[in-house]
């Protein structure tokens, strides 16, 4: 079993950044891969970025490419989310999530354990 925990979300003006952690704790081949998710209120929930916790890797949505960083601390199992001009659209509540394997973005099913979620709020 996985248990993650977001922190770090909170308001910020269009054109800032802000940058979200991803505790982890648990089973180290369940969360193969990490990534974040964000749902915007009425809308689905959107893959942003994950990372393949063994190498390193990144895949980014096009949304969010050239605006997110996603990076690790494997010592503090920590995953980062870094967004930088931050857009209205990027209100929405993040989560991040677990998977042993598949690690897309384009579905939620892969992944069995969840966060909490933590809001992000952009306001001109």
């Known amino acids: 079993q996985v248990h993650l925990v977001e922190s770090g979300g909170g308001s910020a003006q269009a054109g800032e950044s802000l940058r979200l952690s991803c505790a982890a704790a648990?089973?180290?081949?369940?969360?193969?891969?990490i990534a974040w998710f964000r749902q915007a209120p009425g809308k689905e929930r959107e893959g942003v970025g994950v990372?393949?916790?063994?190498?390193?890797?990144?895949v980014y949505a096009d949304s969010v490419k050239g605006r997110a960083t996603i990076s690790q601390d494997n010592a503090k199992k920590t995953v980062y989310l870094e967004m930088s001009s931050l857009k209205l659209e990027d209100t929405a509540v993040y989560y991040c999530?677990?998977?042993?394997?598949?690690?897309?973005?384009?579905?939620?099913?892969?992944?069995?354990?969840w966060g909490q979620g933590i809001q992000v709020t952009v306001s001109s």
């Open positions: 990372i393949y916790t063994g190498s390193g890797r990144t």
């Open positions: 648990g089973d180290a081949d369940s969360r193969n891969c």
């Open positions: 999530a677990a998977a042993p394997s598949g690690c897309s973005l384009q579905s939620t099913l892969w992944y069995q354990a």
